[in-house]
C-alpha cells in the first residue's frame, strides 16, 4: 500500500504562492490516481483537486481554478499542488491520498490511503 508524506505548508501573505509535495513511498506511483484534499476548522473536508495515474487527466474544484495547478512527477514519486493567489478562504489543512483505478475523483471517500496532511495559514 502507499504511504504518502505532505509538506511544503506553511503561513504566507493573501496573494502569495506556496507549492506542496506529496511524496510516496511504498509502491509505484504510477498504478495510482491522487487527490489533494483540505479542511479547515469547522468544515468538511473538501477535494481541491487530482491527478491521473499518468497525469492525462485533472480536476479542480470551482474555487481554486486558474489558481491552483496539480502535477506529479512519477520517477520521483511526487505529486504537486501549486498555489497561486492565495487568499485566507485557502487556509485549511491539505492532504493527498491515493486510490488505484483509471479516473481521478474529487470525492474523499473513494481514496484508500491519506498522508498527514500539511497546515496551510493564508494571512496578513
Known amino acids: 500500500q502507499l504511504q504518502l508524506v505532505e509538506s511544503g505548508g506553511g503561513l504566507v501573505q493573501p496573494g502569495g504562492s506556496l507549492r506542496l509535495s506529496c511524496a510516496a513511498s511504498g509502491s509505484t506511483l504510477d498504478y495510482y490516481n491522487i487527490g489533494w484534499f483540505r479542511q479547515a476548522p469547522g468544515k468538511e473536508r473538501e477535494g481541491v483537486s487530482c491527478?491521473?495515474?499518468?497525469?492525462?487527466?485533472?480536476s479542480y474544484a470551482d474555487s481554486v481554478k486558474g489558481r491552483f495547478t496539480i502535477s506529479r512527477d512519477n520517477a520521483k514519486n511526487t505529486v504537486y499542488l501549486q498555489m497561486n493567489s492565495l487568499k485566507a478562504e485557502d487556509t485549511g489543512v491539505y492532504y493527498c491520498?491515493?486510490?488505484?483505478?483509471?479516473?481521478?475523483?474529487?470525492?474523499?471517500?473513494?481514496?484508500?490511503?491519506w498522508g498527514q496532511g500539511t497546515q496551510v495559514t493564508v494571512s496578513s
Open positions: 491527478i491521473s495515474r499518468m497525469g492525462g487527466s485533472t
Open positions: 491520498a491515493s486510490r488505484r483505478g483509471y479516473v481521478c475523483s474529487r470525492g474523499a471517500t473513494e481514496y484508500d490511503s
